[in-house]
């Protein structure tokens, strides 16, 4: 019985420490120090002796004695089982427990071991796993209990849920509130009447009984956690073996996002070592509301006697909660949730239903006015990776229908297809889930497109269960539900949705309708949702006490259970299974061809990789719809797939793609834009297929242009994947599986404003990093001399570093003082990105001689640049010919002018800088309340996050920061780490990331950083 409040019980002993002390001397012979522990029925208190801990528990004077013994021969029970719960210790006499007369009444005294741990109550986040580990431990603990007996867990126990109406009822009477008392008399009613009479049969045995998240210890390590043990055997009483979850899930359930889905968790862990009977899982879910009614309504007569009491009103609140979130869920859809969880089939009736319909297949009558059984028919796919569908396609219905009809005419086909069991991204309205919650993408019918006004037949003989117009923009609009009695078969419902109004005008709920007989049409645009006209034809085995508004459209985590509740509806219109597409391959089958025919060095991103299918604007899925808003990708630069780009590159690809040895006015007007972008000097442009081939083509224009071979590079810099490339990136060449760096490179110290030698953005902190920049120019000069100094705007692998003032300009000028060049890498940041300024090199006040883009400038797309002056392209011109198969082909130049129209178009340089702005500020409120957080820095929409173990010595915190990353990925949100020491949260979005886009980014993050595995250690 969980109240944790420190008010005085009736019977509760009032000892003080001294004589706690004395007592456990006298009793146990043990010394040690003494100190007390919240309680509310007995008085406890906590004993440390050497490396040794226990309880000293004194009982409640009114506790029944026989009660106290028989828990004491459970405990023995469980620990002879090895089970992780507290042992008895003996008294001097060899006794467990020892009768004293405390205050003038009789108390039993008792010595328990301590258990290690902290309570589950103290635990965030608390993973399903761990709810699972529960659940084994509680099977495990039952198993073995089950051969335990003693007549005093027999006697009738207040907290036994079979008792839960007869105590609730004694309590109605202390809730003050109209609503919440009618709920628990309705609960009783239901309970005497539909509940009580299925338990006698069930399993019974002696269990715990009170598996609460304050009596469920867990291992310290928050790196670590797991089940460490069990207390307070208190509440062991003889029950239904099923009330050992229904109590525990109860507790576990409260301030969930999907209660039922915890649940799920706990009884698949239980069940995976003490099988459940159906019969059980029949009545869990009404066993939790139970238990959750007893509580409220005991919660509500403490709270009149102790109306001061604060704490019983906020333990009050989450039963509350739960109890009025299971009142709007249907109580079967629970029930056929945790049936799954433990392996059985969710709707019970779904093998009759389907064996029934597949044994008639071919016997019942025609949906449409056609015969989909042999009539051409063209399967469309609308998936979330469907390559013939674009997700906002059907927002368009119009345009989209017209697209449709023009294919089946083209295919010769009746009638077009949907298909049943497939994910969707079309379900756009609120119906269909809030905002950055799991949304329903799960189509649970098969849809039939043909023109407006097209007649729907029913299938099967049955009576008019309801017919309705939902009128909410994307639903079903008008809608027939039919239920279906078959004498040799069971019942069943089949609905139809998208009709037209008149058509269904003069249907009545209780008709009767013959196989073949004509019930609707179907509806045009303006009446049927705002769909493409066509059928949505499903099957439902349970209507779940919905009154004909039944979804169409299901959770992707609930997929199994609606897809049991409401077959394939093939199973009645016979559409030939040669015309639907074979599966994707899953995501597992894809890991494991991946790694058999991939070189293991190309990485994974996350602890559990995503199966990414489709890309859209800000956003990317998984193959159930699944979304995570992208804060990472900045390679699309103005979005992902964004229709201006895409379009661009589709036209260009219908026409020509070739090379540059022809004539074509994408080149021309593609460079002259590009090169209209920089600085007036930087005139002459090469095109190239990534960042990395801009670089290395960099490297050879400079040392043509100088003679020299030698390149100075800055610590912790990445310029790309070639060779060449490896030897000017500090990042990878001194890094893991380096060799080190090459002669022919010099590396200078990293102008690191947060952790560097020199600390801050002033401009003498900038002068003192450039002047090593002039001490490796001069050695080089006076030995062989050198080619160029490249240098990225703002570091980005080495941990978005922002380069002090003045050291772009001092070091560029110490650089050309002795014949090198200066390269600025805009890989990462060009193209607005900084929101100030177009160019990250711009920020700084310079000019460089030659500047190298790649990611963004493609938007995907393998489009890469070097832009120049027109006397190193001279210098560059010595008779070798420079030839790209692919640099500069009319179909990349066309995505490219195409990025550059979006970016003028959509102002998205001034989005960088003022979400930027925005989520800076967010971020850095972040910095000021976890300790953690030891810079925040950025400008525009490139943004770092520096963690650090301590503020002084700034050891970082890269185990923090994966595991940062990690748990922003499982809340949808993407990101990396990085930085030479990998402890660094990258933020470089899509320029469409919005001010929605950063608050729902730092508040994640601030819910993230609240977790045990961050602030364990800044508390």
Request: charged share 20%.
């Given at each position: 019985?969980?109240?944790?409040?420190?008010?005085?019980?009736?019977?509760?002993?009032?000892?003080?420490?001294?004589?706690?002390?004395?007592?456990?001397?006298?009793?146990?012979?043990?010394?040690?120090?003494?100190?007390?522990?919240?309680?509310?029925?007995?008085?406890?208190?906590?004993?440390?002796?050497?490396?040794?801990?226990?309880?000293?528990?004194?009982?409640?004077?009114?506790?029944?004695?026989?009660?106290?013994?028989?828990?004491?021969?459970?405990?023995?029970?469980?620990?002879?089982?090895?089970?992780?719960?507290?042992?008895?210790?003996?008294?001097?006499?060899?006794?467990?427990?020892?009768?004293?007369?405390?205050?003038?009444?009789?108390?039993?005294?008792?010595?328990?071991?301590?258990?290690?741990?902290?309570?589950?109550?103290?635990?965030?986040?608390?993973?399903?796993?761990?709810?699972?580990?529960?659940?084994?431990?509680?099977?495990?603990?039952?198993?073995?209990?089950?051969?335990?007996?003693?007549?005093?867990?027999?006697?009738?126990?207040?907290?036994?849920?079979?008792?839960?109406?007869?105590?609730?009822?004694?309590?109605?009477?202390?809730?003050?509130?109209?609503?919440?008392?009618?709920?628990?008399?309705?609960?009783?009613?239901?309970?005497?009447?539909?509940?009580?009479?299925?338990?006698?049969?069930?399993?019974?045995?002696?269990?715990?009984?009170?598996?609460?998240?304050?009596?469920?210890?867990?291992?310290?390590?928050?790196?670590?956690?797991?089940?460490?043990?069990?207390?307070?055997?208190?509440?062991?009483?003889?029950?239904?073996?099923?009330?050992?979850?229904?109590?525990?899930?109860?507790?576990?359930?409260?301030?969930?996002?999907?209660?039922?889905?915890?649940?799920?968790?706990?009884?698949?862990?239980?069940?995976?070592?003490?099988?459940?009977?159906?019969?059980?899982?029949?009545?869990?879910?009404?066993?939790?509301?139970?238990?959750?009614?007893?509580?409220?309504?005991?919660?509500?007569?403490?709270?009149?006697?102790?109306?001061?009491?604060?704490?019983?009103?906020?333990?009050?609140?989450?039963?509350?909660?739960?109890?009025?979130?299971?009142?709007?869920?249907?109580?079967?859809?629970?029930?056929?949730?945790?049936?799954?969880?433990?392996?059985?089939?969710?709707?019970?009736?779904?093998?009759?239903?389907?064996?029934?319909?597949?044994?008639?297949?071919?016997?019942?009558?025609?949906?449409?006015?056609?015969?989909?059984?042999?009539?051409?028919?063209?399967?469309?796919?609308?998936?979330?990776?469907?390559?013939?569908?674009?997700?906002?396609?059907?927002?368009?219905?119009?345009?989209?229908?017209?697209?449709?009809?023009?294919?089946?005419?083209?295919a010769g086909a009746a009638v077009g297809v949907g298909r049943y069991d497939e994910p969707r991204l079309v379900y756009t309205g609120e119906q269909f889930g809030e905002e950055f919650q799991e949304k329903r993408t799960i189509h649970l019918g098969l849809d039939f497109f043909q023109p407006a006004?097209?007649?729907?037949?029913?299938?099967?003989?049955?009576?008019?269960?309801?017919?309705?117009?939902?009128?909410?923009?994307?639903?079903?609009?008008?809608?027939?539900?039919?239920?279906?009695?078959?004498?040799?078969?069971?019942?069943?419902?089949?609905?139809?949705?998208?009709?037209?109004?008149?058509?269904?005008?003069?249907?009545?709920?209780?008709?009767?309708?013959?196989?073949?007989?004509?019930?609707?049409?179907?509806?045009?645009?303006?009446?049927?949702?705002?769909?493409?006209?066509?059928?949505?034809?499903?099957?439902?085995?349970?209507?779940?006490?919905?009154?004909?508004?039944?979804?169409?459209?299901?959770?992707?985590?609930q997929r199994e259970v609606w897809k049991s509740i409401c077959p394939d509806p093939n199973l009645i219109t016979g559409v030939p299974s040669d015309r639907f597409p074979a599966a994707p391959m899953a995501r597992e089958n894809i890991l494991q061809k991946r790694r058999a025919h991939s070189g293991?060095?190309?990485?994974?991103?996350?602890?559990?990789?995503?199966?990414?299918?489709?890309?859209?604007?800000?956003?990317?899925?998984?193959?159930?719809?699944?979304?995570?808003?992208?804060?990472?990708?900045?390679?699309?630069?103005?979005?992902?797939?964004?229709?201006?780009?895409?379009?661009?590159?589709?036209?260009?690809?219908?026409?020509?793609?070739?090379?540059?040895?022809?004539?074509?006015?994408?080149?021309?007007?593609?460079?002259?834009?590009?090169?209209?972008?920089?600085?007036?000097?930087?005139?002459?442009?090469?095109?190239?297929?990534?960042?990395?081939?801009?670089?290395?083509?960099?490297?050879?224009?400079?040392?043509?242009?100088?003679?020299?071979?030698?390149?100075?590079?800055?610590?912790?810099?990445?310029?790309?994947?070639?060779?060449?490339?490896?030897?000017?990136?500090?990042?990878?060449?001194?890094?893991?599986?380096?060799?080190?760096?090459?002669?022919?490179?010099?590396?200078?110290?990293?102008?690191?404003?947060?952790?560097?030698?020199?600390?801050?953005?002033?401009?003498?902190?900038?002068?003192?990093?450039?002047?090593?920049?002039?001490?490796?120019?001069?050695?080089?000069?006076?030995?062989?001399?050198?080619?160029?100094?490249?240098?990225?705007?703002?570091?980005?692998?080495?941990?978005?570093?922002?380069?002090?003032?003045?050291?772009?300009?001092?070091?560029?000028?110490?650089?050309?003082?002795?014949?090198?060049?200066?390269?600025?890498?805009?890989?990462?940041?060009?193209?607005?990105?900084?929101?100030?300024?177009?160019?990250?090199?711009?920020?700084?006040?310079?000019?460089?001689?030659?500047?190298?883009?790649?990611?963004?400038?493609?938007?995907?797309?393998?489009?890469?640049?070097?832009?120049?002056?027109?006397?190193?392209?001279?210098?560059?011109?010595?008779?070798?010919?420079?030839?790209?198969?692919?640099?500069?082909?009319?179909?990349?130049?066309?995505?490219?002018?195409?990025?550059?129209?979006?970016?003028?178009?959509?102002?998205?340089?001034?989005?960088?800088?003022?979400?930027?702005?925005?989520?800076?500020?967010?971020?850095?409120?972040?910095?000021?309340?976890?300790?953690?957080?030891?810079?925040?820095?950025?400008?525009?929409?490139?943004?770092?996050?520096?963690?650090?173990?301590?503020?002084?010595?700034?050891?970082?915190?890269?185990?923090?920061?994966?595991?940062?990353?990690?748990?922003?990925?499982?809340?949808?949100?993407?990101?990396?780490?990085?930085?030479?020491?990998?402890?660094?949260?990258?933020?470089?979005?899509?320029?469409?990331?919005?001010?929605?886009?950063?608050?729902?980014?730092?508040?994640?993050?601030?819910?993230?950083?609240?977790?045990?595995?961050?602030c364990c250690n800044f508390v």
């Amino acid at each position: 019985m969980t109240d944790h409040s420190p008010s005085v019980v009736p019977g509760r002993s009032r000892l003080t420490i001294e004589r706690a002390r004395e007592l456990l001397l006298e009793s146990f012979g043990v010394e040690g120090d003494v100190g007390e522990l919240p309680s509310y029925m007995d008085q406890n208190f906590r004993v440390k002796v050497a490396d040794d801990s226990y309880v000293f528990k004194i009982s409640n004077s009114l506790e029944h004695s026989g009660r106290l013994v028989a828990q004491g021969l459970a405990l023995e029970q469980l620990t002879a089982a090895g089970l992780p719960v507290p042992h008895l210790i003996s008294t001097s006499d060899g006794s467990s427990t020892t009768l004293r007369k405390i205050d003038g009444t009789d108390h039993l005294l008792r010595l328990v071991t301590f258990m290690p741990g902290v309570v589950m109550a103290s635990v965030n986040p608390i993973p399903d796993d761990l709810v699972f580990d529960l659940g084994v431990l509680l099977g495990r603990v039952d198993l073995s209990l089950k051969s335990f007996d003693d007549p005093a867990m027999h006697s009738p126990f207040e907290w036994d849920v079979l008792r839960a109406a007869e105590t609730v009822s004694k309590h109605i009477e202390f809730v003050t509130d109209g609503p919440q008392a009618s709920l628990l008399r309705e609960f009783c009613d239901h309970f005497i009447r539909h509940v009580l009479p299925r338990l006698n049969s069930l399993p019974h045995q002696i269990i715990h009984g009170d598996a609460n998240d304050y009596n469920v210890l867990i291992t310290a390590d928050p790196g670590s956690r797991a089940i460490a043990g069990l207390i307070d055997f208190g509440d062991l009483m003889y029950t239904a073996r099923i009330a050992e979850l229904a109590i525990a899930a109860a507790y576990h359930m409260m301030d969930r996002v999907d209660p039922v889905g915890v649940g799920c968790a706990l009884v698949s862990g239980y069940n995976s070592v003490n099988p459940l009977l159906e019969e059980e899982l029949d009545v869990f879910a009404e066993l939790i509301r139970a238990r959750l009614c007893t509580s409220v309504s005991k919660c509500a007569k403490a709270a009149l006697d102790e109306p001061e009491n604060e704490y019983i009103r906020v333990s009050e609140r989450p039963a509350w909660d739960l109890l009025n979130k299971l009142e709007q869920l249907p109580a079967r859809l629970a029930t056929y949730r945790f049936r799954l969880a433990c392996g059985f089939q969710p709707f019970p009736g779904n093998g009759q239903l389907t064996d029934w319909l597949s044994a008639r297949t071919t016997e019942f009558a025609s949906l449409l006015n056609c015969d989909l059984r042999s009539d051409p028919s063209l399967v469309f796919d609308f998936s979330v990776g469907t390559l013939d569908w674009k997700p906002g396609d059907m927002m368009e219905p119009e345009v989209a229908g017209r697209t449709m009809n023009r294919v089946l005419e083209d295919a010769g086909a009746a009638v077009g297809v949907g298909r049943y069991d497939e994910p969707r991204l079309v379900y756009t309205g609120e119906q269909f889930g809030e905002e950055f919650q799991e949304k329903r993408t799960i189509h649970l019918g098969l849809d039939f497109f043909q023109p407006a006004g097209s007649p729907v037949f029913a299938p099967i003989d049955g009576t008019v269960f309801s017919v309705q117009n939902l009128k909410i923009p994307f639903d079903y609009g008008p809608a027939v539900v039919l239920r279906h009695a078959p004498s040799d078969g069971p019942v069943f419902f089949t609905l139809y949705g998208h009709l037209s109004t008149s058509s269904v005008a003069d249907l009545k709920e209780g008709q009767v309708v013959k196989a073949g007989a004509e019930i609707a049409k179907m509806g045009t645009v303006d009446e049927n949702g705002g769909w493409v006209p066509h059928l949505h034809f499903q099957i439902i085995g349970d209507m779940l006490g919905s009154s004909g508004d039944f979804i169409g459209v299901a959770l992707p985590s609930q997929r199994e259970v609606w897809k049991s509740i409401c077959p394939d509806p093939n199973l009645i219109t016979g559409v030939p299974s040669d015309r639907f597409p074979a599966a994707p391959m899953a995501r597992e089958n894809i890991l494991q061809k991946r790694r058999a025919h991939s070189g293991p060095s190309l990485s994974l991103s996350y602890d559990k990789p995503l199966h990414i299918v489709r890309g859209l604007m800000q956003y990317l899925y998984e193959p159930d719809g699944t979304a995570f808003l992208d804060a990472v990708n900045n390679v699309s630069h103005v979005g992902h797939a964004h229709p201006h780009v895409v379009r661009a590159l589709n036209r260009q690809m219908t026409a020509l793609n070739t090379n540059t040895r022809y004539l074509h006015q994408n080149l021309a007007q593609y460079s002259e834009r590009l090169a209209a972008t920089l600085p007036e000097s930087l005139s002459v442009v090469y095109l190239v297929n990534s960042g990395s081939e801009a670089n290395d083509l960099a490297l050879r224009m400079a040392r043509l242009a100088t003679g020299s071979n030698h390149v100075i590079t800055v610590d912790g810099s990445y310029h790309g994947n070639l060779s060449s490339l490896i030897d000017i990136s500090p990042y990878k060449h001194s890094g893991p599986g380096g060799t080190g760096t090459p002669p022919v490179t010099r590396v200078v110290p990293m102008p690191d404003p947060y952790r560097g030698e020199h600390r801050g953005y002033s401009d003498e902190s900038g002068a003192a990093y450039a002047r090593y920049v002039a001490e490796v120019s001069t050695e080089l000069h006076a030995e062989s001399g050198f080619a160029a100094f490249i240098c990225e705007s703002v570091l980005g692998c080495g941990g978005q570093i922002f380069l002090p003032q003045t050291y772009l300009q001092e070091s560029f000028k110490a650089i050309r003082s002795l014949g090198g060049l200066c390269i600025a890498d805009e890989v990462q940041v060009g193209l607005g990105r900084l929101g100030s300024h177009f160019w990250g090199f711009e920020s700084h006040g310079v000019i460089p001689d030659i500047v190298t883009i790649g990611k963004p400038i493609g938007n995907g797309h393998p489009l890469g640049a070097v832009v120049t002056t027109r006397a190193i392209a001279d210098a560059f011109d010595n008779g070798m010919e420079y030839f790209n198969t692919f640099g500069g082909n009319p179909a990349s130049c066309a995505v490219g002018l195409a990025v550059l129209d979006v970016l003028e178009q959509e102002n998205l340089q001034q989005n960088a800088r003022e979400v930027g702005a925005h989520l800076l500020g967010l971020l850095k409120n972040l910095s000021g309340r976890h300790t953690i957080i030891g810079d925040v820095r950025g400008q525009g929409l490139f943004i770092g996050i520096e963690l650090v173990l301590d503020r002084e010595t700034l050891e970082p915190a890269a185990a923090e920061a994966s595991y940062v990353v990690n748990r922003l990925r499982h809340k949808g949100i993407l990101t990396t780490a990085d930085g030479s020491l990998r402890n660094v949260i990258k933020i470089k979005p899509p320029m469409v990331f919005n001010r929605g886009d950063a608050d729902r980014l730092a508040s994640v993050l601030d819910e993230i950083m609240e977790e045990d595995f961050i602030c364990c250690n800044f508390v």
